[in-house]
């Protein structure tokens, strides 16, 4: 946990806060899959920090981050292209937030997701609504 003094006291920023601002950022990048859970789960967990955590490891050392995100790439995408575009946006996001330094961002890329994948989870979802 990041602590920094004030004139009226200290504020600490957890992990799970930067666990957070990197999954929302990750999310965001075009080409990323995340396989989503049902709209009801959805909106019951739209504040839950599970939600955006899932796949991110944070090691906090003074005022230094480092993460680690494993990510599923769609079919089709430059997969260098979209490992770049997450460690940029992830790092502006956290630093713009934080006023933490990012020393590194590795992204693990686990898997490709194809169409039929895709079609396969929105079956999911609409059978579950």
């Known amino acids: 946990m990041e602590n920094e003094n004030f004139e009226n006291g200290q504020v600490k920023i957890s992990d799970d806060v930067v666990m957070i601002i990197a999954g929302i950022a990750t999310n965001g990048v075009k080409g990323v899959y995340s396989a989503k859970t049902g709209m ?43 490992a770049k575009e997450v460690q940029f946006t992830v790092k502006k996001e956290i630093e713009t937030m934080t006023d933490l330094i990012v020393s590194s961002v590795n992204v693990h890329v686990l898997n490709i997701v194809t169409e039929k994948e895709k079609d396969k989870d929105r079956d999911i979802i609409e059978t579950e609504n």
């Open 40 to 82: 009801t789960d959805g909106i019951a967990n739209l504040f839950n920090k599970n939600n955006y955590s899932k796949g991110i490891k944070v090691e906090i050392n003074e005022s230094t981050v480092v993460l680690d995100i494993f990510i599923n790439v769609e079919y089709g995408c430059k997969i260098n292209e979209v």
